[in-house]
């Protein structure tokens, strides 16, 4: 058998919700259902068809244009604080090794981009992206965490200050993102996960 999904109001008796805390700031839950009784009528598409109905919508939650739009932002508060720090001759922006960084990540955010214009080429053309999404949602989320630690580098110490400090650099704005971006290589299929589904759907390497 497989599974079958409901429609189920959050105030039902036996369910609860235990919130979590991240390392952002951000709030995720653990549910708890226990005893919970559904009509056969709060039931979603066709019985025992529950888990292609998820995997399917966790392709287009996967698809990471968002996320292509997050890194750019980022990376572009970093190499504006370079240009504004980097005048005269001991400015950050002579520096060899941060130069060669950001030039990387801006190589590496325009591979981030094609996937994504990939992905949503697919469905605009009714096609499921499957191994197409978890490749851009892997890359382009590592590549934020990636982008956020270079800026906490570049910046020195004053970066690890967070927004409550008023001498934070771009007001702690890549500080927050490094702490956040932890859950985006969690959340809708943690790295591992991606990974997996590339090798086996789009490889086709057996478990």
Do not use: C
Request: proline share 2%; aromatic share 6%; charged share 20%.
């Amino acid at each position: 058998k497989g599974i079958t999904m409901f429609i189920v109001p959050m105030d039902s008796e036996g369910i609860s919700v235990r919130p979590i805390w991240t390392l952002g700031g951000g709030r995720v839950n653990e549910t708890f259902f226990e005893g919970v009784r559904v009509s056969r009528e709060a039931a979603v598409g066709d019985v025992n068809r529950g888990w292609h109905y998820i995997t399917t919508h966790l392709d287009y939650e996967r698809s990471g244009t968002y996320a292509v739009g997050l890194a750019r932002k980022a990376l572009e508060q970093v190499i504006d604080y370079v240009k504004e720090n980097g005048s005269g001759g001991g400015g950050i922006g002579k520096d060899p090794l941060i130069r060669q960084k950001l030039a990387r990540l801006e190589a590496e955010l325009e591979v981030a981009r094609l996937l994504a214009y990939r992905v949503s080429s697919m469905q605009s053309n009714g096609l499921i992206p499957n191994t197409e999404s978890s490749m851009t949602k892997l890359y382009t989320h590592e590549l934020i965490q990636r982008i956020a630690h270079s800026g906490l580098q570049i910046m020195d110490l004053y970066g690890m200050l967070n927004r409550k400090s008023q001498r934070a650099p771009l007001g702690g704005s890549i500080e927050s993102l490094f702490r956040g971006s932890v859950a985006g290589t969690i959340a809708a299929g943690s790295s591992e996960i991606q990974k997996l589904i590339i090798a086996g759907r789009g490889l086709g390497l057996t478990r």
